[in-house]
């Protein structure tokens, strides 16, 4: 005799609300629940930029570094602390030579530029008074006066703006020790601190997080050394363009680019602009117009060739997705939102999908596990082995030898 399955219960029709609206009702306050703590995240985040932002770049810092902790140990045989020091300090003498070299140039370069940039202003002056507006010295001279004393009635806002800027100044300091702190100790006890966060989870659901937190790690590592690589090909392209034009301040123009660079559509419109402009007041119109070309040559590239096949394997978004996450965050938290805005998405987007069932990278495995307080995150039975120091501190509490402690 076959066994019959169940009819499936029908409409309530004591209800005096369709079916549709109860379920359009559930999802509403499901998708309201939602956007209510990505708000209240998104707040304080916002509130506590000054500790996030660093800690982010800690991470991308740190899968950055990673494999040259690893050639220092293997290779050079260095200890776990030596090696994670050195690949910090290497980091920072590179940073440091660059913005040195980028200094040398700059003022090397700014008093041909502020020469140059004098002469075009007094030829824009000559143009005027001779050209088609016809204006003369009196007219120019009224609206110097004017934008002078609109300058000066809003001395209190350049005054506040002034104080403002030295406060970002205090923060920027104040987080780049923060990023540097946190770099270290993330390649130092990386899976020691992860370890506390999965901690700090259901005992049933560790394991699976921590297998998507791998995953998750993974997407970031290809995203932060494509966008090296992506970043690295515009600067060279647009500061050795600027070189053979013989524009001045190649070199700075070339590192803007590359910092530019990180914050995808935005970083690359606004630093060729700045390259097409140095390029319009040093040389002429003509110079600027053959850099235009040859910023818009790089973006191509960079957005038919590197973009598609590096980029979009690394994190695996459409440009739709890429532009809507950038033009969200850049509006919530302006150039710093826009900087972590892919690199965040692309991350939810893998441990997301992991998590319901999806692995864009079966060959990482689900072996490797972690060991939380002694008890594997593997296997959903009872705790596991009690760790030395734990111990040794129960059997201290008083009423540990007749099998009693004290409440």
Known sequence: MSATSAPLPGPDASSPVPPSVRSAASWSWRLLAIAGALVVIGYLAVVFKVIVVPVAIALMLTVLLTPVVRFCETRLHFSRALACAAALVGLIVVVLALVAAAGGSIASGFADLKDQAQAGFDEFMDWLRTGPLNLDSADITRYADTLTKSLSSNTSTWVSGALGAAVTVGHVAAGTLIALFCTFFFLHDGRTIWGWVVGLLPLGVRDRVHQAGRRGLVTLSAYTRTQILVALVDAVGI????????????????ILVFVGSFVP???????????????????????????????????????????????????????????????????????????????????????TLYLHGHDKFPELGTDDHLTIRGHDTSDDGPAGLVPPMVARAERDLPGAEDGTTAS
Do not use: R, Y
Request: glycine fraction near 10%; hydrophobic fraction near 70%; proline fraction near 5%.
């Open 239 to 254: 500061g050795l363009g600027a070189a053979i034009l013989g524009v001045p301040l190649a070199l700075p123009l070339a």
């Open 265 to 351: 559509i935005v970083g690359a419109v606004v630093t060729g602009a700045v390259a097409v402009a140095v390029a319009l007041v040093a040389k002429s119109w003509v110079i600027a117009l053959i850099m235009l070309g040859v910023v818009l040559l790089v973006q191509q590239i960079e957005g038919h060739v590197l973009q598609p096949f590096l980029m979009g394997h690394a994190v695996s978004l459409h440009p739709v997705a890429v532009l809507l996450s950038v033009a969200a965050a850049s509006f919530v938290g302006g150039i710093v939102g826009a900087l972590f805005a892919v690199p965040l998405v692309a991350v939810l987007n893998t441990v």
